[in-house]
């Protein structure tokens, strides 16, 4: 019973971090969702008893993924629509 | 209008999907028997391993020997990614002097515990690579972890620099080792990547025959050329 | 342990079935309207990162089996063959997964020299720039 509540909330969480990461408008907070998802997804590969592809999955979708993306926003814009950046040029 | 138009599309695409896997029933035997005259590959890799390689770990033995040549092309995969970036992102010397990667200093924390936990992450990750045959591991995970621990100690400190040349040898010459390790196999067993055929026994470190010294050379490449592209990337100045 | 995990599966069979591949395909819809409707380029490229999450978890969704267990030998269990689960699947994302990420390191490499030329990071202006 505990384990089919697990999977339920699990599931909840992972779509609705991927839900949050498309939907917001600051592209930190998508790059943290995007994140989250390879977070739990890693669990979910441990509980179908996957312990080679979860350790896989946390070392390079957890670390490196979002590292590269932070590096990404550093060079280009923060904002979605870029009106914030705009302002702060003209200003 | 174009909102409409993906939504509709999205609902057809979902439909189809789910129509496909109602009728792949979830966690269905579909295996059959592995001591069987003639079973399936699965049921060829789980029974054939113990005795032909002797490796604990059978994603392990899939990966290395019974597929060998998908980890030739994903290894190449890896060295045409990280060429690109070195390409796409390629700075003339006469633009910019002065490359530096911080514009604010660490505390005092980051930088006095990057240098404790260095040396920590870079054991952890050469341990995961040379045990990968026993335990839940290999050469890839074990390469991306010892990237990470040198992704800390790069942005910690501003003159922690890594020696270009020195980075290119390590990978050319693990790259060489894994094709002259598969020519060996092709002179020795007639098959290219072939297994030799005294192997140890099961469970103990030097077991396994080429398997091990193969997922020893990935894990290099892999640590070093992760470790290049985040040095690239970090050295970009961002235009103001 | 075992006997309980297998009444529970067989009890709650098409919730669990349900819960795999239902998110395995809602992520892989949800990563294809970011990348059909938003503007930002950083934006298309998590898109890719989500589409490449959900088929992960359908391929080792496929191959698990009732009641299975890790394919790693320890020592004492030398006979657990029989009770494995799918090992073939397990291989073939492991190299998808590496491949993902270096398909994502290009694009978003692609992404920063497009910034540097147009100085704006939204396709539709990038279109009608003529070079």
């Avoid at chain 2, 049921?43 to 490796?55: A, C, I, M, P, Q």
């Amino acid at each position: 019973m505990i384990a089919v509540i697990i999977i339920i909330i699990m599931a909840v969480l992972l779509l609705a971090a991927a839900i949050y990461s498309v939907i917001h408008r600051d592209l930190l907070f998508a790059v943290l969702g995007t994140g989250i998802v390879s977070l739990i997804l890693s669990l979910f590969f441990y509980l179908l008893q996957a312990p080679d592809v979860a350790l896989t999955e946390a070392a390079i979708g957890i670390a490196l993924t979002t590292i590269i993306f932070i590096i990404t926003i550093r060079n280009t814009t923060r904002d979605e629509d870029e009106i914030i950046d705009k302002e702060n040029e003209k200003l | 209008m174009k909102k409409v138009l993906v939504i509709i599309l999205l609902v057809i695409i979902g439909y189809f999907l789910a129509n496909t896997f109602i009728n792949i029933p979830f966690g269905e035997n579909r295996i059959g028997d592995i001591n069987a005259e003639k079973p399936t590959a699965a049921g060829y890799y789980l029974s054939n391993t113990k005795e032909k390689s002797k490796v604990a770990n059978i994603i392990t033995a899939i990966v290395v020997n019974y597929r060998g040549l998908d980890t030739l092309g994903e290894v190449t995969v890896l060295f045409l990614a990280s060429t690109g970036i070195a390409s796409v992102l390629y700075r003339r010397k006469e633009e910019e002097e002065e490359t530096e990667r911080l514009s604010l200093p660490s505390s005092t924390i980051i930088r006095s515990g990057a240098r404790v936990l260095f040396p920590i992450i870079a054991l952890l990750g050469i341990y995961v690579f040379i045990h990968g045959h026993l335990t839940p591991g290999g050469g890839f995970q074990g390469g991306t972890i010892v990237a990470t621990g040198f992704l800390l100690m790069l942005i910690s400190y501003k003159g922690f620099n890594t020696n270009h040349n020195r980075m290119t040898w390590i990978e050319s010459l693990a790259g060489l080792t894994f094709i002259f390790l598969g020519i060996w196999g092709l002179i020795a067993d007639n098959t290219f990547l072939g297994n030799i055929p005294e192997v140890g026994k099961l469970n103990s470190l030097l077991s396994g025959g080429l398997i091990p010294i193969i997922y020893i050379a990935v894990g290099f490449k892999v640590a070093v050329e992760l470790t290049g592209i985040l040095d690239i990337l970090l050295k970009i100045k961002p235009k103001k | 342990m075992q006997e309980e995990f297998n009444e529970i599966f067989l009890k709650y069979h098409d919730i669990i079935s349900l819960g795999v591949y239902g998110t395995a395909i809602g992520l892989i819809l949800i990563g294809l309207y970011a990348v059909l409707m938003k503007k930002n380029l950083v934006k298309i490229v998590i898109g890719l990162t989500i589409i490449d999450a959900g088929i992960h978890l359908l391929f080792i969704g496929i191959g698990y089996i009732n009641g299975g267990t890790a394919p790693i030998f320890s020592p004492g269990y030398e006979d657990a063959a029989k009770r494995m689960v799918d090992p073939i699947p397990q291989a073939l994302v492991l190299t998808a997964i590496v491949i993902g990420f270096a398909v994502t390191a290009v694009a978003l490499s692609l992404v920063i020299r497009l910034y540097k030329h147009h100085h704006t990071a939204k396709i539709d202006q990038i279109k009608s720039l003529k070079w």
